[in-house]
């Protein structure tokens, strides 16, 4: 799901390698992930700020996934009914193109599709994208609409194929990455390729883990290894970051109206499973409380009855970080 530097054993060689696995990958889409995704996506839509009032500009032309102009028939796919919650969208999302920075299977696209013009989806893992493309025609929308690409967009863009040079060269009115930050070494340079891929004006929106306090986990006693890392160094950000660290990273890499206070937190249903692998997002060390299980502090617990299998209910704190690229910004 992430994008990542090319380095031999970066973080970005290791997440392409974990989830190019098939069994990560088809496994990544589980009741958890589908529910943050939409969490996400609920606060994306909703964000607002002076300069986001009006409706992205598109010089008359209004461009699809795959870099071609959008057709009748395209055009009324995207705006057609869905069972997305419609309250609190701002209209600056109506007729947008937007990039999914790490895509992953599509989840977040998924949710923005019914939003939008187009989306299109990027991501190192052939795998994940493999499966972006396929949910996409099960479910019988356009590769107009939504188009799953595998890049790095860490390369130069001469190094892309061409596909994916033709879909990325008209810009996007906004760019999405949802938890990927995380899993990204270098996240400066993250933020400069959103930076890049943006018209002038256009918005970039970064949703990942929010560093929590004790007072999240529970009290703490010396670190001990639990063994469930999510791989090996698949994620050089244990426990996300803080708003400052992410608004010094936009206003770095040149966005402005830049803001990252936003701060929620994700109510999930997850299994002993899900725990190990949240448990590895995380350097908090081992936890001292009833309320917890595998490190992970639990709310509530249930049993499926369909599978007998115990539900625990947890709480993921996530960060909102939002900036735009200035309108009159030309490349120097």
Excluded at 152 to 168: H, S, T
Excluded at 289 to 301: A, H, K, L, N
């Amino acid at each position: 799901m992430a994008e990542a530097a090319g380095a031999k054993d970066s973080a970005g060689t290791l997440n392409k390698k974990h989830f190019d696995d098939e069994k990560h990958a088809h496994h990544y889409d589980n009741e958890s992930s589908i529910e943050m995704s939409r969490v996400v996506v609920k606060h994306i839509l909703a964000y607002t700020h002076p300069a986001l009032t009006l409706p992205p500009g598109h010089n008359g032309v209004r461009i699809g996934a795959d870099g071609e102009p959008l057709t009748a028939e395209s055009e009324s796919e995207s705006e057609s009914d869905s069972n997305e919650e419609e309250e609190n969208v701002n209209a600056f999302w109506k007729h947008a193109r937007v990039l999914d920075f790490a895509a992953g299977t599509g989840l977040i696209s998924q949710h923005l599709l019914w939003h939008i013009d187009a989306i299109v989806g990027v991501d190192i893992s052939t795998e994940m994208i493999k499966l972006y493309n396929q949910k996409r025609d099960n479910q019988g929308v356009s590769a107009s609409a939504m188009a799953g690409y595998v890049a790095d967009l860490f390369e130069p863009r001469e190094a892309w194929q061409p596909a994916v040079q033709k879909a990325v060269a008209p810009g996007f009115d906004a760019a999405v990455c949802s938890l990927a930050y995380h899993h990204i070494d270098d996240t400066d340079q993250a933020s400069r390729v959103l930076f890049s891929a943006l018209r002038p004006g256009g918005w970039a929106f970064v949703a990942d883990l929010a560093q929590g306090t004790l007072e999240d986990f529970g009290a703490q006693k010396p670190v001990s290894s639990h063994g469930h890392d999510h791989g090996s160094g698949v994620v050089p950000h244990k426990g996300g970051f803080t708003p400052a660290e992410l608004e010094a990273s936009f206003t770095t890499a040149g966005f402005i109206n830049v803001s990252a206070q936003s701060v929620f937190n994700v109510k999930l249903w997850t299994d002993d499973e899900g725990l190990k692998r949240i448990r590895g997002h995380y350097a908090q060390a081992d936890i001292i409380s009833d309320t917890v299980r595998y490190g992970v502090r639990v709310f509530d617990q249930r049993q499926d009855s369909a599978t007998g299998v115990t539900k625990y209910l947890i709480k993921r704190k996530m960060l909102l970080a939002v900036g735009q690229k200035p309108r009159e910004w030309t490349l120097a």
